[in-house]
Every structure is written in structure tokens, then in C-alpha cells.
């Protein structure tokens, strides 16, 4: 798969590049696994000077030995004598950039905790002593996400406060799935693109998955993703089992009951039997994996909380490969796509709502996104659009199939929300349906 999207991140790095011939440059690149942080780096400073330091779990004296060959590769410049220490190579490059400017990416930076953690001292200490006088262009990104939280956001960590910009790499957006399949399956219905959307998530390499495999209708792409070897059935464990910990277990728990709709906290306690408040708040505040959602205009204090899991293909994984992991242990595939097959249409159902908001996200006319729901859950909104400069709301009721929806029914429903909330006085009101065909 060619690349696609990315022009406002390739144009950000680009003007940091130039940047740094004035005054040394830290960027922080985050983003979760898989959405192209390293493919976006590469593109971004092709035809530049840069030099990819990668930190695989070795020993610090053969990551330098790798080093050093991709800095006489890139710069030409022999260092003479082994170098043991991760800090020497960085005050030879921060010194050497005093006099020229490149660009230094280190990949999957946070695995310097389990090679030597004194590392980042030494960088601040380094950065601090040349960083008046620099060119660099430092680039720095990782897929453990709490753990370069840990480095750059903790006020106790060396490195707090040292990094001048950060970039942080979001899913493909609705407009950019639609070019990909426009590309590569011209003749897409609207079932292939919510497929996938709730599949995917818009994640790069998931997607690439799947254009590579050929896999590009709803049906296709249910073959490639439950089969032997896939890439996804497992994607959920590997990427999360580091991040949580020896704690994964109740973590996956509680995701896995989110995943499958049953998102109060409440709710989610009768399920796993035990009080989850601290889990909670990791997942939503260290992890940013979940978000707390409540209806537009309820107080901050309010109980009517739901909670939702913030990535698209999370949501998925635990629905359905984490939920029936033990059929794919026994590699029953035919039985885990009959499932999905199975509970598709109310799965996707979700999908759409999640669907258009990105898409109202993207198309950038909105000031407020929210839903609203009373506490008794007789009176749901799907979705709310406000734009407050220009005073219009719209309220939207969201199905796959437009006649199924009742437009009489959303208006009693935004009656009885803006009785309960007093919002929206003055404003230009409207009541639409979307449907698969406004995809």
C-alpha cells in the first residue's frame, strides 16, 4: 500500500526541520502502535540528513556499534575506538551538531529503561550543555504509551520540560479510508467502508493489512482477519500486556465488559466482582484508552457516566477475539467468523455512530460533539452537533437502514432534552437522519 494522508504532520516535522538551523529542536511523537509513526518520520526527512537509531532490547554497547555504523552511513564521519555508552555517542552528535544540522530519530525511546535507564539523565544533561548552541533536529517516539508518558510528562523525570514540540499520530480519518478504497476496490460498497472502519479503526498497518492481503470487502475482510497466522487475532495482548503490566487481567476484564456494551461502572463491578474505581482512572488518565461520557449539559459531578473505549479496533478485538479467545485456541476460525457474521449488524450499528463523529470531526464544522440520554436510558440522542458562533444545533438519529428511523420519535427526544437541560434557546434547530448511505 502507497502512503496516504499525513500532509499536516509531514508539513509540522518539516518546519521543525527548518527550525533547527536556527536553534536545536525536541520533538515527543506519540501515537499507538501500529499508526505509522516511524513510515511518517522516514517520509517526512527523506532526502535529508537523519540518522535512525533504533533501541532493540541489546546491550547498550551493541545498540552504540550499530550506532555508530548508521552515523558514519548517514554522516560520513568514522568515530575511531568502540564506544560503550549511549551518552558518549550523544554528546559526540550534539557536539557535531553545533557546526551542521540533521535529524536524529530514536524509535521506541522508552526501551532505554530496560537497557539502561541512567540514560536519560545523561541526555538531559547532555542536551542542557549543548542545546544554546545546536542544530539537532531530535526526534523521539515510542509505542509503550505510559511509559513516554513517564519520561516527558512526570516533573520528576530528567527529560520533563526538555522537549520543544510534540506531534502525536492519529487513526485514518473517514475521507482517507475512502481514497484508499477508491483506489484499490473502485466498485466499494458502503458495508465494505463501515467494515472497514469498525475493523481497522483506521490504523495504517491494519489497513495495509488488509489492502496487501486483497481483503477489501466486509466479507473478505472477516476471511483475512479470523484465519491462521493473522496478524489481529492476537494484536490486542501483544500491544496491551506490556502497558498493563502483571495487572493485565483486570484490566482485559474490563475492557472486554466495555467492549460488549455493558460500560457503567456499576455495571461493569457486578461483572468482574470487585470494586474497579483505580483501574478506572488508569485506564482513562495513564493509559488514555477509555473515555468517561455523559450527556451534554450534565454536571461534572454527575453518576450518569458510560464509559467507551477510545480505539476503534480495540473495541473490536476485545467484542470478539478476546471475548471467544478459547474457540481460537482450539483454532475454530470458521466459529469465531460465524460469531462475528452472527453479531455484526448490532456491532457495526455501534460503528456508525463512532463512524460519523469522526466524520463530523474532520469536516471541522461543529464546536460540540455529545449525546445525550436521560437517566433512565427511555430518551437517547445519538448525536448532537452544535456550532455556537453561527447558533445552529443539529440532532441526529443514527441507523444503518434510514427506514427504520422515526423522525417524529428524535423530535419528542430533543423535547423532553431541552426541557431537562434548557439548552439551545435562540438556536436554529434541525432533526436528521444519517444512514449508510451519508457515508
Known amino acids: 500500500m502507497r502512503f496516504y494522508d499525513r500532509e499536516n504532520e509531514i508539513e509540522y516535522l518539516q518546519k521543525v526541520w527548518s527550525q533547527a538551523e536556527d536553534a536545536a529542536r525536541f520533538t ?17 526527512y527523506q532526502g535529508t540528513p537523519m540518522l535512525y537509531f533504533f533501541v532493540a532490547r541489546k546491550s547498550e554497547s551493541d545498540l552504540c556499534e550499530a550506532y555508530l555504523t548508521e552515523i558514519e552511513r548517514v554522516l560520513g564521519m568514522p568515530l575511531m575506538g568502540r564506544v560503550g555508552s549511549f551518552a558518549e555517542v550523544f ?16 524509535d521506541e525511546f522508552q526501551e532505554f529503561y530496560r537497557v539502561n535507564k ?39 523525570e530528567p527529560l520533563y520540560g526538555r522537549c520543544t514540540g510534540e506531534l502525536k499520530v492519529r487513526p485514518f480519518a473517514p475521507s482517507v479510508l475512502k481514497k484508499i478504497l477508491s483506489d484499490y476496490r473502485p466498485d466499494y460498497s458502503c458495508e465494505d467502508l463501515l467494515a472497514l472502519f469498525s475493523f481497522t479503526g483506521g490504523v495504517a498497518k491494519y489497513v495495509q493489512l488488509l489492502v496487501d492481503d486483497k481483503a477489501l470487502t466486509k466479507e473478505d475482510m472477516i476471511r483475512s482477519i479470523v484465519s491462521p497466522n493473522s496478524t489481529f487475532l492476537y494484536e490486542g495482548k501483544n500491544n496491551l500486556i506490556e502497558e498493563f503490566g502483571k495487572d493485565y487481567g483486570i484490566y482485559f476484564s474490563i475492557l472486554s465488559c ?72 482450539i483454532e475454530n476460525y470458521a466459529k469465531v467468523r460465524e460469531i462475528i457474521e452472527r453479531d455484526y449488524e448490532t456491532f457495526s450499528g455501534w460503528m456508525l455512530e463512532r463512524y460519523f463523529h469522526s466524520k463530523l470531526v474532520e469536516e471541522g464544522t461543529c464546536t460540540r460533539l455529545g449525546r445525550w440520554w436521560d437517566r433512565k436510558g427511555y430518551n437517547e440522542i445519538d448525536l448532537i452537533a452544535e456550532d455556537e458562533l453561527e447558533k445552529l444545533v443539529a440532532f441526529y438519529e443514527i441507523k444503518r437502514n434510514a427506514e427504520r428511523a422515526d423522525l417524529e420519535v428524535l423530535h419528542e427526544k430533543v423535547v423532553n432534552m431541552t426541557a431537562a437541560t434548557h439548552a439551545y434557546k435562540g438556536y436554529v434547530v434541525t432533526h436528521k437522519v444519517l444512514s449508510m448511505e451519508d457515508m
Not at 515510542?142 to 519520561?151: A, E, H, P
Not at 488508569?282 to 477510545?310: A, C, G, H, M
Open 28 to 44: 515527543v511523537l506519540t501515537g499507538r502502535r501500529r499508526i505509522g509513526k516511524t513510515s511518517l518520520v522516514l517520509k517526512a
Open 91 to 106: 554528546e559526540c552528535l550534539m557536539k557535531l551538531s553545533t557546526q551542521q544540522r540533521f535529524t536524529l530519530f530514536i
Open 118 to 156: 541512567s540514560v536519560f539523565s545523561e541526555m538531559q544533561r547532555i542536551w542542557d550543555l549543548y542545546e544554546k548552541d545546536s542544530h539537532i533536529n531530535l526526534v523521539v517516539c515510542g509505542s509503550v504509551f505510559s511509559m513516554m508518558q513517564k519520561i516527558f510528562r512526570n516533573k520528576k
Open 258 to 329: 466495555i467492549a460488549r456494551g455493558t460500560n457503567t461502572r456499576a455495571a461493569i463491578e457486578d461483572v468482574v466482582r470487585r470494586e474497579i474505581g483505580g483501574y478506572i482512572s488508569n485506564l482513562e488518565n495513564d493509559y488514555e484508552l477509555i473515555s468517561k461520557r455523559q450527556p451534554l449539559f450534565e454536571k461534572s459531578t454527575t453518576k450518569n457516566v458510560r464509559y467507551e473505549i477510545n480505539d476503534v479496533f480495540y473495541t473490536f478485538w476485545f467484542r470478539f477475539f478476546f471475548k471467544y479467545s478459547h474457540i481460537l485456541e
